[in-house]
């Protein structure tokens, strides 16, 4: 083979990789939407306000630290929080879930919802997972589409936005973009409510999910704090919180906020030194 040969054959090679990233790179943006790239390393929790003041049923966070608060890097990737207060705006790395179509879910933490999900089944449940992770730029028309609706036919205000939120969260305030929040449903519901679900169902997940690293995101009794109740979200922690968070009937917010309880006490006693 001549040498000009092996050169143009190099070169359609390499124009051909080329093409292959920009197409897959592409394919990847559409799926995943445009946000920030984290590299699947661990997430830091931004410094944020106490949330407290959600709803007209808030009540303040305790200010205790208890004794046999786990011994865990509250700043690890799985205590990371999307909510009013915490705009969250990376990209994880995520894989698709088994037996489920379109959707997908941390990839550090994947085989632990398969498990669960298996199991469940194993036990005579029938589920949907009907939401997953939900990219930035999804979530903003999911929320952008709410607003329109609850306005009809009246000029788009803040009235509204503030009324849509209520019900779609605002983009980079939504669980499902950290890809560790699952919502569990019996169909594909569309909207979905709790009245519409099966309770049993939930009596297992609720009784069970931590033993796979998994809390009620937004628990009955927790909307003052978290904004939200639905029984059907589930949110990956792994198991050492899992298991304290349901023992103390605990939400994601309320642990999070014993650590900084815990760091300012801490904090206090080394100024007095």
């Known amino acids: ?5 092996k050169k143009s054959l190099l070169m359609l090679t390499v124009i051909f990789l080329v093409a292959l990233l920009i197409f897959v790179i592409g394919i990847r943006n559409q799926q995943l939407g445009k946000v920030k790239y984290d590299g699947g390393e661990n997430t830091q929790i931004e410094e944020d306000i106490v949330l407290t003041s959600l709803s007209p049923t808030d009540k303040p966070m305790t200010t205790a630290v208890p004794e046999d608060l786990p011994d865990i890097d509250i700043k690890s990737w799985e205590y990371v929080l999307a909510n009013k207060a915490n705009t969250y705006d990376l ?3 995520v894989a698709p879930i088994q037996g ?3 959707r997908y879910f941390d990839s550090r933490a994947v085989d632990s919802l398969n498990q669960m999900l298996s199991d469940m089944r194993a036990a005579g449940y029938t589920f949907h997972v009907n939401m997953a992770y939900v990219p930035y730029s999804y979530q903003e028309l999911m929320y952008e589409k709410k607003v329109k609706e609850l ?12 009324q849509a939120e209520r ?3 605002r983009a980079g305030q939504s669980d499902h973009q950290t890809a560790l929040g699952v919502d569990i449903t019996d169909g594909y519901f569309t909207p979905y409510t709790n009245e519409e679900l099966s309770t049993e169902k ?7 999910c931590a033993q796979y690293g998994f809390i ?3 628990p009955d009794g927790k909307q003052g704090i978290t904004g939200y109740r639905q029984l059907y979200s589930f949110r990956y922690v792994g198991k050492t919180a ?11 917010e309320e642990f999070i906020q014993l650590y900084k309880n815990k760091e300012a006490a801490e904090n206090d006693k080394n100024s007095k030194k």
């Open 1 to 5: 083979m001549s040498a000009q040969r």
């Open 91 to 93: 990209l994880p790395q």
């Open 100 to 102: 489920e179509i379109d």
């Open 151 to 162: 306005a009809g036919d009246e000029e788009i205000s803040e009235k509204y936005e503030n």
């Open 167 to 169: 019900i779609v969260p």
């Open 202 to 208: 939930y009596v297992w997940l609720r009784d069970h």
């Open 216 to 218: 009620q995101r937004y």
């Open 242 to 252: 899992a298991e304290y968070i349901q023992k103390n009937k605990l939400c994601l």
